[in-house]
């Protein structure tokens, strides 16, 4: 239940003192001493809110208070992640160039990068230089402090039952490739991650696997979780600290797939559950950041219960929405406020460790081709309709030192936040042609501001619309903050 502050009022108690009656008899007088005046106490000062309490509310038919200091919300043991896909691994292909990379990197905030990296790249002649990496990612590397997000992905044509991996000497190669390329690409706090949506390409070209899959079908998770425990074990042999993600499901209805691959022990020594999440080919009215997070949300619920009782963070390795004509393409628009509210509510969630966004930019210009339009920025660089309110987003995580998110009305979300200078609150509309209503509590002075606009004028009655877009309400100088929230 929310509580509201209401000020202690302070009650001064008046004695009261009585007379004597005057006579005209006469009377002899006695001296006595004169009487020990007692002292008056000072009267004591009725409290009222200060500066930095700024929690007194209004009352409001219909609307949620929320009332928080800083110390109420939780403190992340690690930064959240905020990356973003790249393709140096086939560069040529894809169009991309580390100094256009990097500069793209500083200008929305990306800090961590997702690559390929081929075990054929480092077989058969087990390179623990590095020096068969692909000289577009040597470059960047040298160019950027991101740090790296490995995948140990693609069978090997070179060594035998390694094209899928699935029998005990493939396996027992590609545990031998996972050290080798720890021992290559170590030193950056790098993370690794076991493959790349094995349910979906282990083996190509057939009908989609929907849920674990049988013996039949080499893409089933019982075959992927042996290949992700050798793996895990053989790098924490070399690395014991270096961080290792199993999971990376493509399409998995029910998270059916991965929960089969953590009970079968896949993630027993495993530092997270890694997730890719889209929902561009579903109806359109599902196709929302909402959507999405709800889904990871039901994912989280079920970790721990399928892993033998040990919970990990969900590091969600792949999301976003594509742009373009094709039948499964979002609107700009859509993809602008999509982007900027997944980020900042998995950010809210201390379980979520970070995101990485697919992809930094387009991989070709053909609008029609899902595939090409899944970048921040196009083909050429020139920055998307999202970017700027992802960069926005990303630089309000950046300085957040708590966070925590509530939904209210079942359509409005509203993000608590402390920073350096005060209190702030996030919050917008996940419900499309619908605003909500945030009132601020208390007198001091607040700004308020949508993703990627100017700050504007508080009002008169302290009240902000919000829309699909986030918006930013900065109370600075308060160690308590109320708000009003409610969805119109």
């Not at 990306?110 to 002649?125: G, K, S, V, Y």
């Not at 559950?273 to 929902?279: D, G, K, R």
């Not at 080919?281 to 999405?292: G, K, L, M, Q, Y």
């Not at 970017?387 to 990303?394: G, K």
Request: negative net charge; contains cysteine.
């Amino acid at each position: 239940m929310a509580r509201r502050f209401v000020p202690l009022l302070s009650v001064l108690l008046a004695s009261c003192g009585g007379g004597s009656d005057a006579s005209t008899e006469a009377v002899v007088t006695v001296p006595v001493a004169a009487p020990t005046p007692t002292p008056t106490p000072a009267p004591t000062a009725t409290p009222t809110p200060s500066a930095s309490d700024a929690s007194a509310l209004p009352v409001e038919s219909g609307a949620t208070a929320i009332v928080f200091a800083g110390a109420d919300l939780p403190v992340r043991t690690t930064a959240y992640i905020v990356g973003a896909a790249t393709h140096f691994s086939y560069a040529a292909l894809a169009g991309y160039d580390p100094d256009s990379v990097v500069r793209r990197f500083t200008d929305s905030g990306i800090h961590a990068f997702r690559e390929d990296l081929f075990w054929n790249a480092l077989a058969p002649d087990w390179d623990v230089d590095g020096a068969h990496l692909p000289t577009p990612l040597v470059t960047f590397l040298g160019k950027t402090s991101a740090r790296p997000l490995y995948i140990l992905n693609n069978g090997n044509p070179w060594i035998p039952g390694a094209s899928p991996p699935v029998g005990d000497v493939g396996q027992a190669a590609f545990a031998i490739y996972a050290q080798h390329a720890v021992a290559a690409t170590g030193g950056r706090d790098a993370l690794y991650e076991i493959w790349n949506e094995w349910n979906r390409n282990a083996v190509r070209d057939k009908p989609v696997l929907v849920g674990p899959g049988d013996a039949s079908d080499y893409r089933a998770s019982l075959y992927y979780a042996p290949l992700a425990a050798r793996a895990t074990s053989a790098i924490k042999q070399v690395a014991p600290s270096a961080k290792v993600l199993v999971g990376a499901a493509g399409d998995d209805p029910g998270w059916q797939w991965t929960l089969d691959v953590l009970a079968r022990g896949g993630a027993a020594q495993a530092d997270g559950v890694s997730a890719h999440i889209y929902n561009h080919c579903t109806s359109t009215a599902n196709r929302t950041a909402t959507e999405a997070i709800g889904r990871l949300g039901t994912l989280h619920d079920k970790v721990a219960s399928a892993n033998g009782g040990r919970d990990l963070p969900v590091y969600v390795t792949e999301w976003g929405w594509p742009s373009g004509t094709a039948s499964c393409s979002v609107s700009t628009a859509k993809v602008a406020t999509n982007v900027p509210q997944f980020l900042l509510h998995t950010a809210a969630l201390p379980w979520v460790a970070g995101s990485w966004y697919y992809e930094t930019k387009d991989s070709g210009s053909d609008p029609t081709n899902i595939q090409h339009n899944f970048g921040l920025y196009d083909a050429n660089y020139a920055a998307k309709a999202a970017q700027c309110a992802f960069a926005d987003a990303s630089a309000l995580i950046a300085e957040a030192k708590a966070m925590a998110v509530q939904t209210v009305d079942g359509g409005l979300t509203v993000i608590r936040v402390t920073t350096p200078r005060g209190l702030a609150i996030v919050a917008w509309s996940a419900v499309s042609g619908r605003q909500g209503r945030v009132t601020v509590g208390g007198t001091a002075a607040y700004t308020s501001r949508t993703l990627c606009q100017a700050s504007g004028a508080a009002t008169a009655d302290r009240s902000i619309t919000v829309g699909e877009m986030p918006v930013v309400i900065d109370v600075p100088n308060v160690s308590r903050l109320g708000v009003n929230a409610r969805l119109l």
